[in-house]
């Protein structure tokens, strides 16, 4: 999504710089160093990042397919893992 969004805004981003946004971001929300991320740890994350929930609703998300078509949100079920 990241990179989908940022290809349509014409931001042109080395992957460096992406991955150390990335990391960033994902060691701010992974506050005791497990390399997971738990619930407890992503309410934490949202409270002090709120603009985040915004950006996860399923509104938003449609607006985002038809601003910027590259990024398609697709969702495929493995019905043998059920």
Do not use: C, Q
């Amino acid at each position: 999504m990241v990179i989908a969004l940022l290809n349509e805004s014409d931001m042109n981003l080395s992957d460096e710089v992406i991955e150390m946004i990335l990391d960033k971001t994902f060691a701010e929300a992974d506050t005791n160093g497990d390399g997971k991320i738990d619930p407890e740890e992503w309410r934490d994350f949202v409270m002090h990042n709120p603009s985040l929930m915004k950006n996860m609703t399923l509104p938003y998300l449609k607006d985002i397919t038809t601003a910027f078509p590259s990024f398609v949100f697709r969702s495929e079920v493995d019905d043998a893992a059920s």
